[in-house]
């Protein structure tokens, strides 16, 4: 990709941008963009995969399964084996997979059920779902995380 380097009168912004511009139009741009877009959907492709066969394993006993999943990442030896491992936040993909789960099966709260939450609990929440008893939120601030309790 041959370009100028310098143009007389543009500002830092407008080489940057017409850089980048020339750059996703180079055929080295457009590999880069559709490598990138194939990562993409294949990701977003298992996701919804795994969504499905947790979904069709697991929808008669989702209660139960949410409760051993709660309870597996609030024991004190799952917290401290991950702590040993290099984990200050213990990890806890299963919650994220409950969210895909909650998003594609579960029951969006409405406006009104929101509005009757307490506020001031909901400041960081992005959105709230309902998946068998359970409430599956997403909570972010200076990062993000998922929050599972059950309904009262």
Request: glycine share 4%; with cysteine.
């Amino acid at each position: 990709m041959k370009t100028k380097k310098n143009i007389p009168g543009e500002t830092t912004i407008q080489k940057s941008i017409r850089l980048m511009t020339e750059l996703m139009n180079s055929e080295e741009g457009k590999k880069s963009r559709d490598e990138f877009v194939n990562k993409y959907i294949q990701k977003e492709n298992m996701i919804a995969s795994q969504v499905e066969r947790f979904w069709n394993k697991h929808k008669d006993n989702l209660d139960s399964i949410i409760d051993k999943i709660v309870f597996k990442y609030n024991t004190k030896e799952y917290r401290e084996r991950e702590f040993k491992i290099g984990y200050y936040d213990p990890r806890e993909s299963l919650y994220d997979l409950l969210l895909e789960v909650a998003k594609v099966h579960g029951k969006e709260l409405t406006e009104d059920e929101y509005e009757a939450k307490d506020q001031e609990m909901l400041m960081f929440t992005q959105h709230i779902h309902i998946l068998g008893s359970y409430e599956i939120e997403l909570v972010c601030g200076q990062g993000c995380y998922v929050h599972v309790s059950k309904i009262k």
